[in-house]
């Protein structure tokens, strides 16, 4: 009963501490970057639907969330530890004017790995309203599309990659690297569909797409090989570190 009692003062302390970061980041003095999709860029009908699109997956990873729960009593925590990573790894933004958004590292393979692409999901999207609501960082009424390219495209592009290339005989560092790099592209490549679906018009989709993707290649290209290694990184400390949370979150895919 006291481990219980502990391990809940450490949750409670943790999350203090990850809200007293988020009020220093929000009271910094920093220009707007626009990270994410920009607030009010997106028309109202495409805001809606990438809500639409949203919404269920979020659904999901919430009831996934309470199967775990009951499955592992000590999961919560390790479900705040990667939300708090994917929030602060999420918060260096790289401008990229022409897209009308910025590059940034995702944190979301790591995430899926460790605790599976549903509940990446729902970390990405308090992630994502938090840096909405207190960095300016995206917006609320482009929050739908962000969570679908940050947290859906990442989340379940990269265990899928991790999957397949576990199944295939891959080591898993390599494994891990591939799931944080395709992640962090796939990120950058919904975005883009997303920027190219509401603003082609009469144009053609492919070559405005196109331009789009180009537009995010001298930044997404490095940072996208950075968290391949960061994500190799992470699963390397945790293995080395903490195995039992790897046990924990084994229906996450880290087993």
């Known amino acids: 009963m006291d481990g219980i009692w502990t391990k809940k003062r450490y949750a409670s302390r943790f999350a203090a501490v990850v809200a007293a970061i988020a009020g220093v980041l929000a ?9 994410h999709i920009s607030e009010g860029l997106l028309p109202a009908s495409w805001a809606v639907l990438w809500y639409v699109v949203a919404i269920p997956f979020v659904a999901l990873g919430l009831r996934e969330l309470q199967r775990r729960n009951e499955e592992f009593p000590y999961f919560k925590p390790l479900v705040g530890l990667v939300g708090a990573a994917v929030f602060l790894i999420s918060c260096m933004p790289i401008p990229v004017p022409t897209a009308g958004t910025c590059s940034h590292p995702c944190g979301t393979g790591i995430a899926a790995i460790l605790i599976g692409p549903g509940l990446t999901v729902v970390v990405a999207s308090i992630a994502l309203t938090l840096q909405a609501l207190f960095l300016a960082h995206g917006g609320l009424t482009t929050l739908g599309a962000n969570i679908v390219a940050m947290g859906v495209a990442g989340s379940y592009v990269g265990f899928g990659t991790w999957l397949i290339a576990r199944r295939l005989g891959v080591p898993w560092i390599a494994a891990a690297f591939l799931a944080g790099l ?31 993707l180009i537009a995010f290649v001298p930044t997404q290209l490095p940072l996208g090989i950075l968290e391949g290694i960061l994500c190799a990184g992470a699963l390397r400390f945790v293995r080395n570190r903490k195995p039992e949370l790897l046990r924990m979150a084994a229906a996450g895919g880290a087993a």
């Open 27 to 35: 009271s910094l003095p920093a220009p707007a970057f626009a990270m």
């Open 182 to 212: 395709l992640s962090d592209w796939a990120t950058y490549a919904m975005t883009s569909f997303e920027l190219t679906a509401a603003f082609h018009a009469g144009s053609s989709f492919s070559a405005m797409f196109s331009l789009i």
